[in-house]
């Protein structure tokens, strides 16, 4: 391909993927629809600029519009996660969880967190397993005792672990709370004095539930207990793809340092105001879509129940957050499910659970899936469209029908879909291709 094949192939395959999810289900957990208004950012030219350092101290000159937004930014996290300091730079929720690492610890230092099958994320994971925290920072790992039944971290287990971590002098420095399947809050209030008086400090990694606790439908976690809270700016929180730093204010200089310059140079300021953006519509939107999301979870981790899946958590009603995860192991494998739903269109994605390493799975191969409702209930979906997706899900998985004939109901089920919804515009429908190349001002 020479060099204006690939240039109108990249441009075409763009265009093909927003027609092809505009006709999709889309049930990552961990994505979510921008508005209009924060897609209008991401294309602004301050994505073009440099501003390293913090509003009012840069580095670089032409910052005076750029340091308004970033302040305000800033402003708006502190109100919406009612913490005393906000650093909005870190360009993903990896970078904001390095930044706690190299603020708060160093390499040798021991760390607790959750392991993958029981929710972990990549960034909390061990050197041998390339997770951010043993590769990149040379932290030791230990894993928090988990209960599969009440699908959450084991407080007594927990602070035994401790304690018998302090005795062969591998006390650990930090407690990272939180995950990437996280159907239940962690019992922060429940461990924190006890970590505390154990010198450790307290991270929560709220990635996936930061827009489920801005709304005030999951637990507090600063409030709790937690010294600080990282988070994605792009799951239950609807804005463009970065991460979010909140802590309390004495921890604020050790954050601003690892943030710039310890991990960040350009810290993506379209993003940053694409995030303002997004915390303005969480302020005014965001407890009723978290309402909603919740409402949705439960609802279509009833429905699937309800049709012969085994939907984990069911002693606690499933879920309490945005997300539900369910054992396919008695249809097939999870890696083969993923890939029959996308043939019809329904996107989520397989899932390591509790139990299956020891079983011998491999992640390309575990006994599960994960789905996610933030970006459908962004669509305007109900509590009626779940039970019509659980179905879907049900002739594609246990029916084995044609993927392809369900492609095709699903096209025509998404009909109804196309506007975003909690924001304060929404006048480019959600997944339309905003062709800025043949774009022309108005006369
Ligand atoms: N690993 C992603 C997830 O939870 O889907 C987030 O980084």
Same mark, same amino acid.
Request: aromatic share 8%.
């Given at each position: 391909?020479?060099?204006?094949?690939?240039?109108?192939?990249?441009?075409?395959?763009?265009?093909?993927?927003?027609?092809?999810?505009?006709?999709?289900?889309?049930?990552?957990?961990?994505?979510?629809?921008?508005?209009?208004?924060?897609?209008?950012?991401?294309?602004?030219?301050?994505?073009?600029?440099?501003?390293?350092?913090?509003?009012?101290?840069?580095?670089?000159?032409?910052?005076?519009?750029?340091?308004?937004?970033?302040?305000?930014?800033?402003?708006?996290?502190?109100?919406?996660?009612?913490?005393?300091?906000?650093?909005?730079?870190?360009?993903?929720?990896?970078?904001?969880?390095?930044?706690?690492?190299?603020?708060?610890?160093?390499?040798?230092?021991?760390?607790?967190?959750?392991?993958?099958?029981?929710?972990?994320?990549?960034?909390?994971?061990?050197?041998?397993?390339?997770?951010?925290?043993?590769?990149?920072?040379?932290?030791?790992?230990?894993?928090?005792?988990?209960?599969?039944?009440?699908?959450?971290?084991?407080?007594?287990?927990?602070?035994?672990?401790?304690?018998?971590?302090?005795?062969?002098?591998?006390?650990?420095?930090?407690?990272?709370?939180?995950?990437?399947?996280?159907?239940?809050?962690?019992?922060?209030?429940?461990?924190?004095?006890?970590?505390?008086?154990?010198?450790?400090?307290?991270?929560?990694?709220?990635?996936?539930?930061?827009?489920?606790?801005?709304?005030?439908?999951?637990?507090?976690?600063?409030?709790?207990?937690?010294?600080?809270?990282?988070?994605?700016?792009?799951?239950?929180?609807?804005?463009?793809?970065?991460?979010?730093?909140?802590?309390?204010?004495?921890?604020?200089?050790?954050?601003?340092?690892?943030?710039?310059?310890?991990?960040?140079?350009?810290?993506?300021?379209?993003?940053?105001?694409?995030?303002?953006?997004?915390?303005?519509?969480?302020?005014?939107?965001?407890?009723?879509?978290?309402?909603?999301?919740?409402?949705?979870?439960?609802?279509? /981790?009833? #429905?699937?129940?309800?049709? *012969?899946?085994?939907?984990?958590? $069911? +002693?606690?009603?499933?879920? %309490?957050?945005?997300? !539900? /995860?369910? #054992?396919?192991?008695?249809? *097939?494998?999870?890696?083969?499910? $993923? +890939?029959?739903?996308?043939? %019809?269109?329904?996107? !989520?994605?397989?899932?390591?659970?509790?139990?299956?390493?020891?079983?011998?799975?491999?992640?390309?191969?575990?006994?599960?899936?994960?789905?996610?409702?933030?970006?459908?209930?962004?669509?305007?979906?109900?509590?009626?469209?779940?039970?019509?997706?659980?179905?879907?899900?049900?002739?594609?998985?246990?029916?084995?029908?044609?993927?392809?004939?369900?492609?095709?109901?699903?096209?025509?089920?998404?009909?109804?879909?196309?506007?975003?919804?909690?924001?304060?515009?929404?006048?480019?429908?959600?997944?339309?291709?905003?062709?800025?190349?043949?774009?022309?001002?108005?006369?």
């Amino acid at each position: 391909m020479n060099a204006l094949e690939s240039y109108n192939k990249i441009l075409h395959l763009m265009k093909e993927h927003h027609t092809w999810f505009d006709k999709s289900i889309p049930l990552i957990a961990s994505e979510n629809i921008p508005s209009t208004a924060v897609r209008e950012a991401i294309i602004s030219d301050f994505g073009n600029r440099y501003a390293e350092g913090w509003p009012g101290e840069r580095v670089y000159a032409g910052c005076k519009y750029i340091d308004q937004v970033e302040i305000i930014c800033n402003d708006l996290a502190k109100v919406v996660f009612g913490a005393e300091f906000a650093d909005c730079r870190a360009t993903s929720g990896v970078v904001a969880n390095l930044a706690i690492y190299a603020a708060f610890s160093k390499p040798g230092d021991y760390m607790l967190a959750s392991s993958i099958p029981s929710g972990g994320h990549i960034s909390h994971g061990k050197k041998e397993h390339s997770g951010t925290a043993g590769l990149v920072h040379g932290l030791s790992i230990e894993h928090y005792p988990f209960s599969k039944e009440e699908m959450t971290i084991d407080v007594d287990a927990t602070k035994k672990k401790i304690e018998e971590m302090c005795k062969d002098n591998k006390a650990p420095s930090i407690g990272m709370f939180g995950g990437s399947l996280f159907l239940f809050p962690h019992p922060v209030k429940e461990l924190a004095d006890f970590m505390h008086d154990h010198n450790m400090y307290i991270n929560y990694d709220g990635a996936h539930v930061a827009g489920l606790i801005a709304g005030g439908q999951f637990q507090d976690p600063l409030k709790e207990g937690a010294d600080s809270m990282t988070m994605s700016s792009h799951k239950t929180l609807w804005g463009p793809q970065g991460g979010i730093i909140v802590s309390l204010q004495k921890y604020a200089e050790s954050i601003k340092k690892a943030v710039f310059p310890g991990i960040t140079s350009s810290h993506h300021l379209h993003h940053v105001a694409g995030k303002a953006i997004a915390l303005a519509e969480s302020l005014e939107f965001g407890k009723d879509y978290a309402i909603q999301v919740i409402k949705n979870a439960k609802a279509i /981790a009833g #429905d699937l129940a309800n049709l *012969g899946f085994d939907v984990l958590g $069911e +002693r606690k009603g499933y879920t %309490a957050s945005h997300q !539900l /995860a369910v #054992d396919v192991s008695k249809f *097939g494998d999870g890696g083969t499910i $993923e +890939r029959d739903l996308e043939k %019809a269109n329904i996107i !989520l994605n397989r899932q390591l659970l509790p139990g299956d390493i020891k079983a011998g799975r491999h992640y390309m191969h575990p006994s599960g899936i994960r789905i996610g409702v933030p970006e459908i209930t962004r669509l305007g979906m109900k509590e009626g469209e779940m039970e019509e997706i659980a179905n879907f899900i049900k002739r594609v998985v246990i029916d084995k029908q044609d993927p392809i004939l369900i492609a095709n109901d699903v096209t025509e089920f998404r009909k109804q879909f196309q506007k975003i919804h909690y924001a304060f515009d929404n006048a480019v429908d959600a997944y339309e291709y905003i062709d800025v190349i043949h774009h022309r001002k108005a006369s």
